[in-house]
């Protein structure tokens, strides 16, 4: 199985069943390209150089397979081939799947979906000749996926007409060889990133997938795992949540391979009232992980004061550590926030805090919105005879500033 995609930016797929990608770009972006692929780690990936048309540049990529007998690349030539363009960067595994076993069974197929707006043909005199019924018609989308031989010989028939005129690969394979596409039904997922505006879109898209998984490290103690385990079932029936008991003092496997997936937001919880050295030791992790660093990795970490008689107090030496500790992690576009609880609690105050702090869409706000989740939690969300203090940088310059609430009787102002 193998992957063609035209386009200036790759990605893994993070499909197991993919054996090779093969990016086509235009010849001067070609070690543009390679060192993208360098820089983050991609495997499987094959560079090449695009032609002056869509259907050349996807000739070109075809041709790696079939010149490898000749050749010293190790691509196999595969059993179906899916083409892709790189402007839709939203592809699902499902919709992938879909569109292989089709073309296994077909010789080609392809995504559609129904149009959004009435296609119409104009005259000569620029006045409307007529207009299609938008109910009979689909739009064509990527992926598409064909046989290789199928797909190999189409282009090969092609003439030059088809290379520069032509757009749709599902027509060349009815053209020349008579294999009838079977059309599958895509997500709107699949739209193209075409105008400077889409950008900003797609950015959305990415911030609102990336906020929906979180990773829970928890120390090996007790009380760590208890309110790990406690945030674990607050967030699960409403986003993806990976939760590990590790000591961060050994080297875990485990939690590198976590570091290297798709997860960019922790909640590390521990028993210590500051876990400075730890948190570095995670960053350290990250940085190592070679995570495409190009959003925000969000980073909380919770401390839990266990003591039975020792009250918090916030040392200013080690909070202007933190702070600075903060500030230059930020550089590196990981985003610390810190919060210290007395952990004097049962599990329904519990669950009430930590499922009102990690809210999804909102815990991996704006600096802004977590001061205003703050000051709520404190109003609202904490009992009497519990003291929280909440550590998180401010707009800006990632300085630290830090606010308590001690538990008040009923109905006395805090």
Same mark, same amino acid.
């Given at each position: 199985?193998?992957?063609?995609?035209?386009?200036?930016?790759?990605?893994?797929?993070?499909?197991?069943?993919?054996?090779?990608?093969?990016?086509?770009?235009?010849?001067?972006?070609?070690?543009?390209?390679?060192?993208?692929?360098?820089?983050?780690?991609?495997?499987?990936?094959?560079?090449?150089?695009?032609?002056?048309?869509?259907?050349?540049?996807?000739?070109?990529?075809?041709?790696?397979?079939?010149?490898?007998?000749?050749?010293?690349?190790?691509?196999?030539?595969?059993?179906?081939?899916?083409?892709?363009?790189?402007?839709?960067?939203?592809?699902?595994?499902?919709?992938?799947?879909?569109?292989?076993?089709?073309?296994?069974?077909?010789?080609?197929?392809?995504?559609?979906?129904?149009?959004?707006?009435?296609?119409?043909?104009?005259?000569?005199?620029?006045?409307?000749?007529?207009?299609?019924?938008?109910?009979?018609?689909?739009?064509?989308?990527?992926?598409?996926?064909?046989?290789?031989?199928?797909?190999?010989?189409?282009?090969?028939?092609?003439?030059?007409?088809?290379?520069?005129?032509?757009?749709?690969?599902?027509?060349?394979?009815?053209?020349?060889?008579?294999?009838?596409?079977?059309?599958?039904?895509?997500?709107?997922?699949?739209?193209?990133?075409?105008?400077?505006?889409?950008?900003?879109?797609?950015? @959305? $898209?990415?911030?609102?997938? =990336?906020?929906?998984?979180?990773?829970?490290?928890?120390? *090996? %103690?007790?009380?760590? !795992?208890? +309110?790990?385990?406690?945030?674990?079932?607050?967030?699960?029936?409403?986003?993806?949540?990976?939760?590990?008991?590790?000591?961060?003092?050994?080297?875990?496997?485990?939690?590198?391979?976590?570091?290297?997936?798709?997860?960019?937001?922790?909640?590390?919880?521990?028993?210590?009232?500051?876990?400075?050295?730890?948190?570095?030791?995670?960053?350290?992790?990250?940085?190592?992980?070679?995570?495409?660093?190009?959003?925000?990795?969000?980073?909380?970490?919770?401390?839990?004061?266990?003591?039975?008689?020792?009250?918090? @107090? $916030?040392?200013?030496?080690? =909070?202007?550590?933190?702070?600075?500790?903060?500030?230059? *992690? %930020?550089?590196?576009? !990981?985003? +610390?926030?810190?919060?210290?609880?007395?952990?004097?609690?049962?599990?329904?105050?519990?669950?009430?805090?930590?499922?009102?702090?990690?809210?999804?869409?909102?815990?991996?706000?704006?600096?802004?919105?977590?001061?205003?989740?703050?000051?709520?939690?404190?109003?609202?969300?904490?009992?009497?005879?519990?003291?929280?203090?909440?550590?998180?940088?401010?707009?800006?310059?990632?300085?630290?500033?830090?606010?308590?609430?001690?538990?008040?009787?009923?109905?006395?102002?805090?």
């Amino acid at each position: 199985m193998a992957v063609l995609q035209r386009g200036v930016h790759s990605s893994d797929f993070g499909v197991s069943w993919i054996s090779d990608i093969i990016v086509v770009v235009s010849p001067e972006n070609i070690e543009t390209m390679k060192s993208i692929i360098e820089k983050y780690g991609h495997k499987r990936v094959t560079v090449t150089g695009g032609g002056i048309t869509r259907h050349r540049s996807i000739f070109n990529g075809l041709k790696l397979f079939s010149e490898n007998e000749f050749s010293n690349n190790q691509l196999q030539k595969p059993e179906v081939v899916i083409i892709h363009d790189a402007v839709r960067p939203f592809v699902e595994e499902d919709i992938l799947l879909k569109v292989v076993m089709a073309a296994k069974e077909h010789g080609a197929a392809g995504a559609i979906r129904p149009l959004v707006s009435t296609v119409i043909a104009s005259a000569a005199d620029g006045c409307l000749d007529h207009s299609l019924e938008r109910a009979k018609y689909r739009a064509s989308e990527m992926p598409q996926a064909f046989l290789f031989d199928i797909i190999f010989q189409a282009y090969q028939q092609c003439t030059d007409y088809d290379l520069d005129y032509g757009t749709e690969c599902l027509h060349l394979a009815l053209k020349y060889c008579k294999t009838n596409a079977k059309l599958v039904e895509g997500t709107a997922d699949l739209w193209k990133v075409t105008y400077k505006r889409d950008l900003y879109a797609a950015e @959305s $898209i990415i911030k609102d997938s =990336l906020s929906q998984q979180i990773c829970i490290i928890t120390d *090996v %103690k007790e009380a760590a !795992v208890k +309110v790990g385990f406690v945030l674990h079932e607050s967030l699960r029936s409403q986003i993806k949540v990976e939760t590990i008991s590790i000591s961060l003092s050994k080297q875990d496997n485990h939690l590198q391979n976590i570091f290297s997936g798709q997860y960019y937001n922790f909640v590390c919880i521990n028993d210590k009232k500051y876990a400075t050295e730890e948190i570095q030791q995670l960053v350290d992790m990250l940085e190592e992980s070679n995570i495409p660093l190009l959003h925000p990795v969000v980073l909380i970490s919770v401390h839990l004061n266990t003591s039975e008689n020792t009250p918090f @107090s $916030i040392d200013l030496e080690e =909070l202007t550590r933190m702070k600075k500790f903060a500030r230059e *992690v %930020k550089r590196k576009n !990981v985003l +610390v926030y810190g919060l210290l609880i007395q952990y004097k609690c049962c599990n329904s105050w519990l669950k009430r805090v930590l499922t009102f702090f990690f809210t999804p869409g909102v815990s991996w706000a704006s600096d802004q919105e977590h001061q205003k989740l703050l000051f709520s939690l404190f109003l609202h969300a904490v009992p009497q005879r519990h003291h929280l203090t909440g550590l998180f940088p401010t707009s800006g310059d990632s300085k630290f500033c830090c606010c308590s609430y001690h538990g008040t009787n009923k109905g006395q102002e805090p």
